[in-house]
C-alpha cells in the first residue's frame, strides 16, 4: 500500500480526502496538539482492528475515542459522571482523556473487554474537522510502532507507518510533544493514569482528590492486571538501552560524565550541551522550560536510532508540572532503569 501525505494548507480537499478513507474503514494518520494518532472510525470494529495490525499492537490494550464537540460523549456513554462536566469545561478542547462508562455502540476492538472507555476532545483543529467531516468518533492510539517513542511530526508517522496505511493528515509538528493525560472516573476517587499535557496539579484543583496510579512509577509486569493496560509493556524506547540520572541538574551532568562511554548517546537539557565531547549529544530544551522538553523529548529520543549509539544516558526533570509526564516518559524508555543521584 502507498502511504499519502495530505497536506491541507495546499490542498483543501485534504481533509475530506481523509475523512472519506475513514468512512471506508481505512487507518489514517492524524495530527493531535499532543502527538499524531492512527485514527480510525471508532464504531467500526474491523477498521479499529487494523489500528492493532498498523502499530503491532498488544490485543489487550485499549484504544481512546476522539470526539469533536462535548455532546457526542452521551452517544458513548450511558451515564456521563459530573466530574466529567467539571473536566471538560477546565480542559476540553485539550490534552486530557477521561475513562468513563461504555455503551455497547463501543465495538469489543476498541475496549478491548473493558466495561470503559477513554474520552478525548482534542485541541488540534484539524483532529475535529476530520471528526466534524467523518461524523464518526475516532479511536486513536499514539501513531507509532508498538514500544517505539510516539510520533510528533507527519514525518515520524512516516519512518514508523510507510506501507501500512493510505494517508497522513500533516498538521505540523505537535504543540505539546507528550500524550494526553489519562485520568480514570470509574474510581472513586478518581486516579491518574498516565501523566500528560494537564497536570495533576490542576486536575486537583478540579476534582479535590485524584490517587496516582502506581504504574507511573515503577515498572509493571507483563501479566500484572492494571488500570491502563498500556502501562505494563515498555513503551518510547529507542533502539538502545537508556539510563535516566535524576537530581539536581549540576550533579546528574557531573555523573553522566562520569559514567558515559566513547560514542554513547546523552540526552540534556541545553545548559550542558558542551559537557560531553566524542558523545552523540541530543538537548531537548533549558532545564527550566519544561514545554520545551515535552515537546522536543520524543524527537530527541528517535533521533538516537540514526547514531546508532551503544548506550543513551539521560537527564530528567523533576516531577512537578509537566515535568511529571516529561520524566514518567524518560523512565519508560528506561525500562525505570533510574539512577538517583
Ligand atoms: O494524546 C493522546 O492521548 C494520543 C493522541 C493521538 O490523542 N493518543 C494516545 O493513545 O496516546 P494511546 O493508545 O497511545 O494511549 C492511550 C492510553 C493507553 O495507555 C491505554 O492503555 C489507556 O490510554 N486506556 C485506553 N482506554 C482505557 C480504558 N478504558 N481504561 C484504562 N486505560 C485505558
Ligand atoms: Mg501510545
Known amino acids: 500500500m502507498k502511504t499519502n501525505i495530505l497536506y491541507p494548507q495546499q490542498d483543501k480537499n485534504a481533509v475530506k480526502t481523509a475523512a472519506e478513507l475513514i468512512l471506508q474503514g481505512e487507518v489514517v494518520g492524524m495530527p493531535t496538539e499532543t502527538v499524531y494518532g492512527l485514527a480510525a472510525n471508532a464504531l467500526d470494529g474491523s477498521a479499529v482492528a487494523k489500528i492493532f495490525h498498523a502499530k503491532g499492537r498488544p490485543q ?26 467539571m473536566l471538560a469545561e477546565a480542559f476540553w478542547p485539550g490534552p486530557l482523556t477521561m475513562i468513563v462508562p461504555k455503551n455497547s455502540r ?19 483543529p484539524l483532529a475535529r474537522d476530520l471528526i466534524r467531516v467523518a461524523g464518526v468518533p475516532l479511536a486513536a492510539p ?8 510516539s510520533t510528533t511530526t507527519a514525518e515520524h508517522v512516516l519512518r514508523d507507518m510507510e506501507g501500512k496505511i493510505p494517508a497522513i493528515l500533516d498538521g505540523g509538528p505537535c504543540g505539546v510533544g507528550v500524550e494526553s493525560t489519562v485520568v480514570t472516573l470509574a474510581l472513586d ?14 486536575l486537583r484543583r478540579v476534582l479535590g482528590k485524584v490517587e496516582v496510579d502506581r504504574a507511573l512509577f515503577e515498572a509493571i509486569g507483563e501479566d500484572a492486571r492494571v488500570s491502563a493496560p498500556g502501562m505494563k509493556y515498555r513503551h518510547y524506547a529507542p533502539k538502545a538501552p537508556v539510563t535516566v540520572v535524576c537530581g539536581n541538574p549540576q550533579k546528574t551532568a557531573e555523573y553522566i560524565k562520569q559514567h558515559v562511554g566513547n560514542a554513547d548517546g546523552v540526552l540534556c537539557f541545553d545548559e550542558y550541551r558542551a559537557c560531553f565531547p566524542g558523545c552523540v549529544v541530543e538537548c531537548f530544551g533549558a532545564q527550566t522550560d519544561l514545554a520545551a522538553q515535552a515537546r522536543e523529548v520524543f524527537d530527541r529520543l528517535r533521533a538516537f536510532d540514526d547514531a546508532d549509539v551503544r548506550w543513551i544516558w539521560a537527564q530528567c526533570p523533576s516531577d512537578e508540572g509537566l515535568g511529571l509526564a516529561i520524566a514518567n516518559r524518560i523512565k519508560k524508555a ?7 543521584v
Not at 189 to 202: A, I, M, N, W, Y
Open 60 to 85: 489487550d490494550n485499549p484504544l481512546i475515542v476522539h470526539i469533536a464537540d462535548f455532546d457526542q460523549i452521551y452517544e458513548l456513554c450511558p451515564a456521563v459522571p459530573p466530574q466529567a462536566k
Open 106 to 124: 463501543i465495538p469489543d476492538e476498541v475496549s478491548c473487554g473493558l466495561d470503559t472507555v477513554g474520552i478525548r476532545l482534542p485541541a488540534h
Open 142 to 149: 499514539s501513531a507509532n510502532t508498538s514500544g517505539r517513542p
Open 189 to 202: 476517587p478518581p486516579r491518574l493514569l498516565r501523566p500528560g499535557g494537564v497536570t495533576l496539579e490542576q
Open 334 to 340: 528506561a525500562g525505570f532503569a533510574v539512577v538517583e
